[in-house]
């Protein structure tokens, strides 16, 4: 409130109370707070249907090479890759000896 005021700000505070310009503060700010998460739903589906985000990422991933597309995913199972080869050391080995 004391921003907003701008010249008269000196006014301003001596009209209002400090105390009670807290607790004003207070008030606004919980139904601010309060009345967030319904808002901020319609500004998801707007965003969303604006931005068009899916289709953007569709026709982009689908316009990529191999090797850009694995430049994507490997990132992701690069950490697990170890268990991915172990397991298939074990499996082969595993196979081998039955075949012997």
């Known amino acids: 409130m004391y921003d907003q005021a701008g010249l008269a700000q000196p006014l301003v505070v001596l009209a209002v109370e400090s105390e009670s310009y807290q607790q004003m503060k207070k008030d606004i700010a919980g139904k601010l ?16 249907d604006a931005m068009d985000v899916r289709n953007t990422l569709v026709s982009k991933m689908q316009e990529m090479t191999t090797e850009e597309f694995e430049g994507v995913l490997r990132p ?13 050391a074990v499996l082969g080995f595993l196979v081998g000896e039955h075949q012997v």
Not at 34 to 48: C, F, G, I, N
Not at 76 to 88: M, N, P, R, T, Y
């Open 33 to 48: 707070i309060e009345r967030l998460p319904a808002t901020l739903t319609h500004v998801e589906k707007y965003a969303d």
């Open 76 to 88: 992701v199972f690069e950490q697990d890759e170890w268990k991915l080869i172990a397991s298939g």
